[in-house]
């Protein structure tokens, strides 16, 4: 998804989100960044980055939320396949552990 609004909105205009963002907020840290930021934008202005850089870091972008999305994908299905071995083994205490886990973090917690 983030992927999608970066490859429409592009590189550029979201540095000038961030950046503002980044300058509202009261800490050191973040209006350095907005700073860095602002200079960055100041640097496509004049054309110091080229578009094609532009164009490079928006596909290297896209290609990594690719790959964070495949893992997160990868991860749900692993758990999913453990989840329904847990639900299917013959075993009562495979089957309930869970359940029974969740009941007393809540018990625990009505406790306190």
Request: proline letters at 3%; hydrophobic letters at 40%.
């Amino acid at each position: 998804m983030l992927g999608t609004i970066l490859s429409t909105i592009g590189l550029p205009n979201i540095i000038k989100l961030v950046s503002s963002a980044l300058g509202i907020i009261n800490n050191d840290t973040a209006k350095k960044a907005s700073i860095a930021l602002k200079d960055v934008e100041q640097a496509i202005t004049k054309k110091e980055i080229t578009p094609q850089q532009i164009n490079q870091a928006n596909r290297h972008t896209e290609k990594m939320f690719e790959i964070e999305a495949d893992l997160s994908k990868t991860t749900i299905k692993e758990v999913n396949k453990t989840i329904r071995k847990e639900t299917e083994a013959d075993d009562k205490y495979v089957r309930r552990w869970r359940p029974t886990f969740g009941y007393s973090v809540a018990i625990a917690w009505i406790i306190t």
